[in-house]
């Protein structure tokens, strides 16, 4: 599970995030000064459509992981887009202080926190959902190892690629019985939204 990518994003002082759920609903995350990924970036916004997407369609996901937390932001979405259970990994230690400190920025009871989980592709612990907005070669690398800790029906959401690897991950996706739901796109950035296919014995 290494990957040599760098992942940084300035913030030069404390930023509010507001994501307009309905007419009615914003969900603010508060994000401490720092330079974890995971603001502004469209792979981060693209992220943030899809797993807006996927909770307004499916009640369901009970559990989920966020493989690659940088800052945080997706865990703390998806505890307030009301998941129970969300779960972290991230291999940087810089960037999981920051998204420990950003979790007691947004969550006044430490039992609401997301909880950070080590080496989770090679854990007998299955997710009713993943996200994972990581670039490089790690998701190709893995994708079966994270296919096989997805629940049937469960989703995976990937992002933090262009439009010139959507063939490639459509590929991997069909050879590990997942399918496409919805594609959200922001210039060359894709978000994709797959779904674990129930296997008819
Ligand atoms: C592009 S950032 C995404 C941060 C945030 N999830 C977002 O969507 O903005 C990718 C993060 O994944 C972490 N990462 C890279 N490879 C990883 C791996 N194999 N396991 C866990 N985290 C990893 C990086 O350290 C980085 O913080």
Same mark, same amino acid.
């Given at each position: 599970?290494?990957?040599l990518?760098?992942y940084?994003?300035?913030r030069?002082?404390?930023e ?8 009615? &609903?914003?969900?603010?995350?508060? %994000? ?5 990924? $995971? #603001?502004n970036?469209?792979?981060?916004? @693209?992220? *943030? ?5 996927l909770c ?9 992981l ?10 703390i979405?998806?505890r ?6 969300v779960?972290?990994c ?11 400190l950003?979790?007691?920025s947004?969550?006044n ?9 080590q080496?989770?592709?090679h &854990?007998?612990?299955?997710y009713? %959902?993943?996200i994972?907005?990581i670039? $490089? #070669?790690f998701?190709?690398n893995?994708f @079966?190892? *994270? ?13 933090g690629?262009n ?5 490639k ?20 950035w894709?978000s994709?939204?797959?779904?674990k296919?129930?296997i008819?014995?």
């Amino acid at each position: 599970m290494t990957t040599l990518d760098i992942y940084i994003e300035e913030r030069l002082k404390n930023e509010i995030v507001r994501i307009n759920i309905s007419n009615s &609903k914003i969900i603010e995350i508060f %994000l401490n000064q720092g330079s974890s990924f $995971g #603001s502004n970036h469209s792979t981060t916004l @693209l992220s *943030i459509e899809a797993l807006k997407f996927l909770c307004k369609k499916e009640n369901s996901i009970t559990n989920a992981l966020d493989l690659g937390s940088g800052s945080g932001i997706l865990s703390i979405l998806m505890r307030k887009l009301e998941i129970s259970k969300v779960f972290a990994c991230e291999i940087d230690e810089y960037a999981r202080n920051e998204s420990i400190l950003n979790f007691a920025s947004n969550f006044n009871n430490k039992v609401d926190y997301p909880r950070f989980i080590q080496d989770p592709l090679h &854990k007998k612990y299955y997710y009713n %959902l993943i996200i994972a907005n990581i670039s $490089g #070669s790690f998701l190709p690398n893995n994708f @079966l190892e *994270i296919s096989n800790i997805i629940t049937q029906n469960g989703y995976l959401i990937i992002s933090g690629f262009n439009s010139e690897k959507e063939q490639k991950y459509s590929i991997l996706a069909k050879e590990c019985n997942l399918l496409p739901v919805k594609t959200f796109k922001d210039s060359s950035w894709l978000s994709i939204i797959f779904k674990k296919n129930e296997i008819n014995t």
